[in-house]
């Protein structure tokens, strides 16, 4: 496992760009914009529910209805101003929200996307129909709760797909080959290279880690081991599948201590370093596949050396 200053704080890796990204506080924020949310909404069902039982009540004298349409008047500007606010607060959880999906790897959605998305229509956060006549005031303060209510709806959407987006990358994030999974020093590295045994120009398609032999070699993300056993010149090798697209070999191994089928986490001891295979001498060789196409697996290290300090504490 990594060590705990990194587990606390939410980070993604970015497939696009091969990085991480960390996002602060977004349990906090999201937290805050759902009780606002649910405050208004509360307050919005109560004085709808008022409007509407005057309007049923049809019974009472006319001074009674004056004072009531002017008690409901009120209560009316009341709500709408409760709506404004609701209108405000969804405006910054939308710039938020694209913040949130950006660092998500997620498009963020444009204005014309999010008019599409809630039927069309633009956000008038004007409240000068207040001013008008009874009749209009409450058809045009219904109209703006229907654009209110849209907004929300498009926005829970919204933040529905990225919390999945999240979840999903805190799963990639386990499981990206993210460590170097040997403790010693990089050798000949991914690339063209004059074959050590063959003589001659060759691709090297991953890394060699020079370890003295019987050293441990650990899991580089999390996985399901979907081969054990010997591999032409790689000797003794070991291949986890850590889904994602993501394949990592670990070869010239003096002993797999794990099977097919095994699950295996970022940091688990998988097997010990050899000089099995075409070999001149003991080291561990590592690749990173992704989508069958091999990759620098050091492009992929979160850290060279403090996964392996922080094991030995």
Excluded at 92 to 111: C, F, G, Q, T, V
Excluded at 152 to 175: A, D, Y
Excluded at 188 to 199: A, V, Y
Excluded at 291 to 297: A, E, V
Aim: no cysteine; hydrophobic share 35%.
């Amino acid at each position: 496992m990594l060590p705990s200053k990194i587990m606390k704080n939410i980070i993604y890796f970015s497939s696009k760009d091969l990085r991480f990204v960390e996002i602060k506080d977004y349990k906090k924020k999201i937290f805050q914009y759902g009780l606002v949310g649910l405050v208004l909404i509360s307050g919005l069902l109560f004085g709808s529910y008022s409007i509407y039982s005057a309007l049923l009540n049809s019974d009472k004298s006319y001074q009674s209805l004056r004072n009531e349409n002017s008690l409901l008047t009120h209560k009316l500007s009341e709500v709408v101003g409760s709506l404004h606010t609701m209108s405000t607060e969804l405006d910054s959880m939308s710039k938020y929200n694209n913040e949130l999906r950006i660092a998500a790897n997620l498009p963020p959605i444009s204005a014309d996307e999010r008019k599409l998305g809630t039927g069309g229509g633009s956000f008038d956060n004007s409240l000068d129909f207040l001013k008008s006549s009874s009749e209009r005031k409450i058809k045009e303060a219904l109209n703006y709760a229907d654009q209110i209510h849209r907004k929300l709806e498009f926005e829970k959407s919204n933040n529905f797909e990225i919390s999945n987006t999240i979840r999903r990358n805190q799963e990639l994030f386990e499981s990206i080959p993210a460590i170097k999974p040997a403790d010693g020093a990089v050798g000949d590295s991914f690339g063209m290279r004059m074959h050590p045994i063959l003589q001659k120009m060759l691709m090297h398609d991953g890394i060699d880690i020079v370890v003295a032999e019987g050293s441990p070699v650990y899991a580089a993300g999390k996985g399901t081991v979907d081969f054990v056993g010997q591999r032409g010149g790689y000797g003794l090798a070991v291949e986890i599948d850590h889904g994602f697209g993501y394949v990592t070999l670990y070869g010239h191994l003096s002993e797999a201590l794990v099977k097919t089928g095994k699950k295996v986490s970022r940091g688990d001891i998988i097997a010990k370093t050899g000089n099995t295979g075409l070999s001149t001498g003991p080291h561990l060789h590592y690749e990173v596949h992704h989508d069958g196409i091999k990759q620098d697996p050091t492009g992929f290290f979160f850290d060279n050396s403090g996964f392996f300090d922080f094991s030995k504490k």
